[in-house]
């Protein structure tokens, strides 16, 4: 199956300092162990995420490989669906020495923004930077080293080719792809310019995925895979995001205007 390429081209500022460290087609007409249409089950497992409200835990991680390297960066934090926000706190690979050269990097979602604080680039370090994530080539999927937890469940929504593949550790395993133009077309309203935008950067529209969902139907954990060309080399991207303590309240910040950034930002 072709592996997703497009632009992407803000996941170079991740890359660099990265670097720097160095089934059934068609319909759904199959079913799972409890009879239900596969491919519908997935898409609804979107809504399902949404009325939950929160996840108290999240966890993500992003694994990277280009030119023979391989690079892994880790998150956690909380999400609220309600307000589609959530923050994260992202550990950057470690030196070559092995130590941890990076201070974590800070990550707010909120509708059509990314906030980023410690993001390096010349960045002083008590200043956040905002960006438009329906300018983005990639919808920031992959470009700030984690993928938006609301937007990886999104993409779900556009979910064919679906079989359950088992359950395991009380989840039932799905194995599908996603389509970006048709999630876009039906994300919600906080998701739909991102996603958008994903699906216009990508030339491949296909997201190779498996998602484990729990009896309620809600997504505990999506693994997507992504590929791209990023200044002329080949980039594979997996990226995963877990999901726990559903309906648990959550408070998120947006940073204060005085806070941002405007200044130039090195590539």
Known sequence: MDRVRGGAAGLAAV??????????????????????????????AADAVLRSGSAGTVRTGMEMAAGGTRVTIHGRGTYDFRAARGQLRLLLPTGPTGRQEHRPMVEVFAPGALFMKNRGAGVPADKWVRIETAALKDGNLVTGGATDPMAAVELLRGARDVRYVGKEGGLRHYRGVADLPGAARVASAEQRGALGAAAKGFSTKEVPFDAYLDERGRVSKVRHRFGFMNGGKDVAVASTTSLEAFGRPVRVVLPPAKDIYAGKIRQ
């Open 15 to 44: 890359v660099g300092l990265v670097g720097a460290t160095a089934g059934c087609a068609g319909g759904g007409a199959a079913a799972d162990d409890r009879g239900g249409d596969v491919s519908e089950t997935v898409r609804s």
